[in-house]
């Protein structure tokens, strides 16, 4: 069951070694408030606290069918090899994944694996800080944050002042980390944590 508020999911997962490639997605998640910002479609929801050891998921596709958004411009379904939902843990050590889906509220460490492509969804009810952390030994391609939930300003006494911070994923990339490319609109440098090395 999918949760967007609550305390985080109380049961644990190990997976060891488990190989998933190439599994087709024929519809999209159906989760609205993600839906219509990212369009996607995760095959294996890691829910809970998951910790993932040895692990292969690659090579998820897709069939669903393109979506509309409020202005009737059309969008492809991003298949996902995985995601983690809010208020979810998951851990990768050792492990290959071509495609991850981060919630807003999801934390996720990854170390010593081969990631392709993370995506980071913002959320409009976001309002706890969460992490992803980059750990030594693992090489990202791409990750990205999507950029929907901008800062909120009002006017108060005549000033424009900050009411409501962006939502998403604080990111640290630890020494020993390669990413190759962050695509991190709309936030501040403290954000974002990269060590030296």
């Given amino acids: 069951e999918y949760r967007d508020k609550g305390k985080y999911l109380d049961f644990r997962n190990e997976f060891n070694n488990v190989v998933a490639k190439d599994m087709v997605a024929t519809h999209s998640v159906g989760i609205v408030n993600v839906e219509t910002i990212d369009y996607m479609s995760p095959l294996i929801f890691l829910r809970g606290e998951s910790t993932l050891n040895g692990c292969t998921l690659t090579g998820a596709t897709c069939t669903a069918p393109d979506k509309t958004d409020y202005n009737g411009k059309t969008h492809k379904v991003l298949p996902y090899d995985c995601g983690v939902p809010n208020f979810c843990t998951a851990t990768f050590n050792n492990c290959k994944?071509?495609?991850?889906?981060?919630?807003?509220?999801?934390?996720i460490t990854i170390n010593d694996s081969e990631i392709g492509y993370i995506r980071?969804?913002?959320?409009?009810?976001?309002?706890?800080?969460?992490?992803?952390?980059?750990?030594?030994?693992?090489?990202?391609d791409e990750i990205v944050v999507t950029s929907s939930g901008a800062a909120r300003f009002a006017?108060?006494?005549g000033v424009k002042t900050l009411t409501a911070a962006p939502w998403s994923p604080s990111i640290i990339i630890k020494a020993g980390a390669k990413v190759k490319r962050l695509d991190y609109n709309g936030r501040t440098a403290e954000d974002v944590i990269i060590e030296e090395g």
Avoid: E, M, P, Q
């Fill in 97 to 107: 994944v071509d495609r991850i889906y981060a919630w807003s509220h999801s934390r």
């Fill in 120 to 140: 980071c969804s913002t959320h409009k009810k976001a309002n706890k800080a969460s992490h992803l952390t980059i750990g030594s030994g693992t090489v990202v």
């Fill in 155 to 157: 006017t108060i006494d």
